[in-house]
């Protein structure tokens, strides 16, 4: 007869099974992060972003991989902002203000750190990950991001992001601001597990990229719920529809433009009036400011130039509420020393109307445009010159 083990040394035996399995799957996805992240340092080197999609999973190990590489002897200049910043629908890299300001400063290295979706907050956590590494920071203010930070309970789109870049912002900073779901920020004990301890595991740490590099999702419940939804509007009719994200407004078919027009109008209210001592949004930036003093770096802040055109034709914006609510973090910019281009002052556009996919956002032809321009009003606050 087979003799049977002893339940302890079976349960040691067991453990042990798990561990070294458990150390197999770390090894293996050690390589499998290591060979993204090196994709997508040479799809940046190349095209001066990440890939668009997903950006949120790829941006983070980027600025990893930024901080390990040694000093090129250059200066480094950072973009930072949100989809305008990025390029969402724009299509090369190259015609983004960092490509064109890229092209211009051959003496400098220009890094497109916007992050598509992203609000003050997560802006915040990329500057404080780069701070060190960055010598000229310009950032660009959209203005939907400012409605949409401070009507929105929560604070970040995407907490993950903080948590792997160990940007964590504290609780307390949410203190006065009744209507902020403190929830939505992890809890410093929380922050210090995963700073301390299981940011140091790659299954943990880089859980994201390892879903979308074998599922394209960042979550398996992110697949889940799309699946899901997608079976709900087969059985209800509903088609998917998508909007071509490289195409101009008038290019578009009518019920795009539809989507475009409701999607803005919704995002440039704001749910109660804007009130500068009450105001998540000011006060992140307040936080920002803090920071780029604490480092002793020299910024520059300009607004994202808006399709006033088309943002007339169907009233979705209150240009009273604009001026209230950039005033405010103008004022704010410029008492601290930091120079703040206001590219909406006129109320006209900057760049024809042909050339924005909707009023926020410009495709390859406008981005180009705007980026020589940026360039020509850069000269005069000296982040231009030659070393």
Same mark, same amino acid.
């Given at each position: 007869m087979m003799?049977?083990?002893?339940?302890?040394?079976?349960?040691?035996f067991m453990v042990l099974l798990a561990v070294m399995g458990l150390i197999g799957v770390t090894m293996w996805a050690d390589t499998v992060v290591e060979k993204v992240q090196q994709d997508v340092a040479a799809h940046a080197e190349k095209n001066l972003r990440v890939p668009a999609f997903d950006s949120i999973v790829y941006t983070p190990i980027w600025i990893e991989y930024l901080k390990e590489q040694p000093?090129?002897?250059?200066?480094?200049?950072?973009?930072?902002?949100?989809?305008? &910043?990025?390029?969402?629908?724009?299509?090369?890299?190259?015609?983004t203000p960092s490509g064109i300001l890229q092209v211009h400063l051959n003496d400098k290295r220009v890094l497109n750190l916007g992050l598509s979706g992203g609000r003050l907050v997560e802006t915040y956590a990329i500057i404080a990950s780069m701070v060190d590494e960055i010598d000229y920071v310009i950032y660009e203010i959209n203005y939907g991001i400012l409605s949409v930070?401070?009507?929105?309970?929560? &604070?970040?789109v995407y907490p993950a992001l903080l948590s792997k870049l160990d940007q964590n912002i504290p609780r307390g900073w949410l203190d006065g601001f009744s209507r902020k779901d403190k929830q939505s920020v992890p809890s410093s004990i929380h922050d210090s597990m995963t700073t301390g301890v299981l940011n140091n595991w790659t299954l943990y740490h880089d859980r994201?990229?390892?879903?979308? !590099?074998?599922?394209?999702t960042r979550t398996s419940t992110e697949k889940i719920r799309r699946e899901i939804q997608k079976i709900r509007d087969q059985k209800k009719g509903i088609k998917p529809t998508y909007t071509p994200l490289f195409?101009?407004?008038?290019?578009?078919?009518?019920?795009?433009?539809?989507?475009?027009?409701? !999607?803005?109008?919704?995002?440039?209210?704001?749910?109660?009036?804007?009130?500068?001592?009450?105001?998540?949004?000011?006060f992140m930036m307040g936080k920002t400011l803090d920071l780029l003093d604490n480092h002793n770096k020299k910024a520059l802040f300009f607004t994202a130039p808006l399709d006033t055109q088309l943002i007339a034709e169907h009233e979705m914006l209150n240009w009273s509420d604009y001026d209230t609510v950039m005033g405010a973090y103008q004022e704010l910019i410029e008492s601290r020393g930091y120079p703040f281009i206001e590219f909406n002052k006129e109320k006209t556009n900057l760049i024809p !109307?042909?050339?924005?996919?909707?009023?926020? !956002?410009?495709?390859?032809?406008?981005?180009?445009?705007?980026?020589?321009?940026?360039?020509?009003?850069?000269?005069?606050?000296?982040?231009?010159?030659?070393?």
């Open positions: 003799r049977k083990l002893p339940i302890k040394k079976l349960i040691v000093d090129n002897g250059k200066p480094d200049i950072g973009m930072f902002g949100s989809s305008t &910043v990025f390029g969402t629908t724009v299509k090369d890299g190259w015609n930070t401070d009507n929105d309970p929560g &604070v970040t994201d990229v390892l879903s979308y !590099h074998f599922f394209k195409s101009p407004y008038d290019k578009l078919k009518a019920h795009q433009q539809e989507g475009i027009v409701k !999607h803005f109008t919704g995002l440039y209210k704001w749910d109660k009036p804007f009130d500068k001592n009450n105001s998540f949004g000011l !109307h042909k050339y924005y996919h909707d009023p926020s !956002h410009l495709i390859d032809k406008g981005s180009n445009m705007f980026g020589e321009i940026l360039y020509e009003r850069l000269k005069t606050f000296g982040i231009t010159n030659t070393q």
